[in-house]
């Protein structure tokens, strides 16, 4: 007996179902398992986890922070890079920040709660704090001495043009001081929570300053990666945090750069990226040849 034409499309359709479930969903899996398993390729497909007397710290693919409970750097260890993903290197929540270049101006809001940073003052907040860790002038283009963006709100008689009417800086409020006092003979004022200069009609004006064109702080120092979970950091930046940490440890800085030198990692296939340093795995290393003060 013939089966109607709607069943036996429907059974064929099971079947089908049945047979890539197999496929696809058993038997490919624990193939590519089988095959994470074969020497060589075991240690990358367990996650590159890292171990220190029997316990798992780590993983080489995964950055992570050298902070103290309170969130501050630890002194003795080489620091990681910013990181946005979620409160810092959660592979939960692996993202960047999503801001660009235009974001300059920040939101400060009557509520502290409501208020955030743009990009450019987390940069120059960081840097600035980077260089007083590390004894380095931590200044940059564009950034104000106390750590925020040098950015001005410009009112102008006639909208985008005509004599200047009022200048705000827009990313500073009280008690701090105006980076500059006046701006073509305006005087320059602090914002006031709550303010959207921009909207009122000012124009924005980041003023660069006197800052070097080449900080000493390196841009992996002040900016996340795309994921948010990048271990390593560039040897420019471990090189800016040697002599602080052969200081807090006693030791002789040559010996803290022959680290770093060793756990320096070159350009993938020799081409591909740039040199990196693996901050886990140089700490760990400081921590079996010095010990901790």
């Known amino acids: 007996m013939r089966l109607p034409t709607w069943i036996a499309q429907h059974l064929a359709a099971l079947r089908a179902l049945l047979v890539f479930t197999v496929l696809l969903g058993l038997v490919y899996p624990l193939a590519l398992v089988a095959l994470g398993q074969l020497p060589g390729l075991d240690h990358k497909a367990d996650g590159s986890l890292i171990t220190s007397g029997g316990t798992t710290v780590g993983s080489a693919l995964i950055g992570q922070s050298f902070t103290d409970a309170d969130g501050n750097p630890v002194g003795r260890y080489f620091q990681s890079r910013p990181s946005a993903a979620g409160d810092g290197y959660d592979p939960r929540a692996t993202s960047a920040s999503n801001l660009g270049p235009e974001s300059v101006v920040d939101t400060i809001a009557t509520d502290p709660e409501e208020s955030s940073a743009s990009l450019l003052t987390q940069v120059c907040a960081r840097s600035k704090e980077v260089g007083e860790l590390n004894g380095v002038d931590g200044s940059r283009p564009f950034c104000t001495a106390d750590g925020v963006g040098a950015v001005l709100a410009v009112f102008r008689a006639d909208g985008l043009t005509g004599p200047v009417t009022r ?12 980076f500059l ?3 073509q003979g305006v005087t320059v004022e602090l914002a006031q929570p709550g303010q959207d200069y921009v909207a009122a009609g000012g124009v924005v004006t980041p003023i660069r300053g006197d800052a070097p064109a080449d900080p000493a702080v390196p841009a992996d120092a002040v900016t996340a990666s795309a994921s948010g979970l990048d271990p390593q950091i560039s ?21 803290v750069r022959k680290l770093v030198e060793e756990h320096t990692g070159g350009r993938a296939l020799g081409f591909l990226g740039e040199p990196g340093v693996n901050v886990l795995e140089l700490n760990l290393a400081l921590d079996k040849q010095f010990a901790p003060r």
């Open 167 to 178: 200048v705000v800086s827009v990313n500073q409020v009280a008690p701090a001081t105006p």
């Open 235 to 255: 040897p420019a930046y471990a090189e800016l945090q040697v002599n602080r940490v052969a200081r807090e440890r006693g030791a002789d800085p040559a010996e």
């Open 181 to 183: 006092s006046s701006y």
